[in-house]
């Protein structure tokens, strides 16, 4: 019995990797590395460099390794970037979805975890959001994702492919064991972003929009660590194995916090300022958006072990001072 992890060479796959090895499963990566690195899957891992569009791959893979349940994380994460190409979006997050549930239902899989994000719920009427508010995306990133929510759940109900789909608020932090962690060079995400300025990688950093309706003016956002994150996978896991009912999970801790705020906390883990210019709101941008996470703890028995931003911070800056002296070596 493998576990098959689309996507296991990225950032947040390569730590589900890590979760199952250290638990002693088999995992076969499927990852196509235009991305991902390999050097960033746990060596107990086995790796196919391919996509996750080529179904007669996918079924090959399955029957091979005795898949019995995937967890797909492979595709494109940059809500500006699906701004400006929506159609790559729905190429790489939508139609090729379709490809890899029409290889695992004609294999005879039946359990599929799918990275899913908050950005389906585009600016939501109500802050927390929970999963019962009706999705209203505002980037394609955001549709390409709630198209493959949509597939899952008529696929569930067709050929009983059972599935459990999580939807992330703002992914951030590294491995506690210094394993892995946010490696893209050019990656746009806050966090990193930030302890990049810090660490003089770049010589300043903008922050999008003051003049949100928030306390301070800039977006705020619900971060959590990559690890509770994966923690959550591994419930889910469980879950499905056990034969539970599918369905949509918020993943975040319940609090927001600034585009300013965290950048603080970036300061404060340096012990120094950040550059920054404030700049005009970036396309796509929900002013905030703060998880509603009681389901997942009740149903999939979640309990969340590093919610707090400092924590997040610091270990995000490890992980940056780590690629650092790697580059320079
Ligand atoms: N942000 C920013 N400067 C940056 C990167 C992000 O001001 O260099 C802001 C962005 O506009 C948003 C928040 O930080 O309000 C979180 O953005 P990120 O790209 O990290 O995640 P997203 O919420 O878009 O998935």
Not at 77 to 87: H, Q, R
């Amino acid at each position: 019995m493998a576990v098959l992890v689309t996507g296991g060479a990225g950032y947040i796959g390569s730590h589900m990797v890590l979760a199952l090895t250290d638990a002693g499963q088999d995992v076969v990566v499927l990852d196509n590395l235009t991305t991902g690195f390999a050097w960033a899957i746990a060596p107990q891992a086995k790796l196919v460099q391919g996509d996750i569009g080529d179904e007669a791959l996918v079924e090959h893979i399955i029957k091979t390794h005795n898949v019995d349940a995937v967890v797909h994380f492979a595709g494109s994460i940059v809500v500006p970037e699906s701004v400006v190409d929506p159609l790559g979006y729905y190429l790489n997050n939508t139609v090729k979805s379709r490809a890899l549930m029409a290889a695992v239902v004609k294999a005879g899989v039946r359990n599929f975890i799918f990275s899913s994000t908050a950005a389906v719920y585009g600016n939501p009427k109500t802050q927390p959001v929970f999963e019962t508010e009706l999705p209203s995306p505002i980037s394609p990133y955001g549709t390409s994702k709630l198209m493959t929510e949509m597939m899952l759940r008529d696929s569930h109900l067709a050929y009983g492919l059972n599935y459990v789909a999580l939807r992330y608020f703002n992914v951030a932090g590294a491995d506690p064991k210094g394993r892995s962690g946010q490696s893209t060079p050019r990656a746009t995400h806050l966090i990193k972003v930030a302890c990049q300025t810090v660490l003089g990688q770049r010589a300043s950093m903008d922050v999008f929009g003051t003049d949100y309706d928030t306390h301070d003016g800039t977006c705020l956002r619900d971060y959590i660590h990559v690890s509770d994150l994966i923690s959550a996978h591994m419930d889910a896991l469980a879950y499905l194995r056990k034969g539970g009912e599918s369905g949509i999970f918020n993943c975040g801790y319940g609090k927001g916090y600034s585009v300013l705020e965290v950048i603080g906390a970036v300061e404060k883990a340096f012990g120094g300022p950040v550059n920054k210019k404030l700049v005009p709101r970036r396309a796509g941008d929900p002013a905030a958006i703060v998880a509603g996470a009681s389901r997942v703890r009740e149903i999939l028995g979640w309990e969340p072990k590093y919610a707090d931003l400092d924590l997040i911070v610091n270990s995000a800056l490890a992980w940056e001072r780590h690629l650092q002296r790697r580059n320079a070596a």
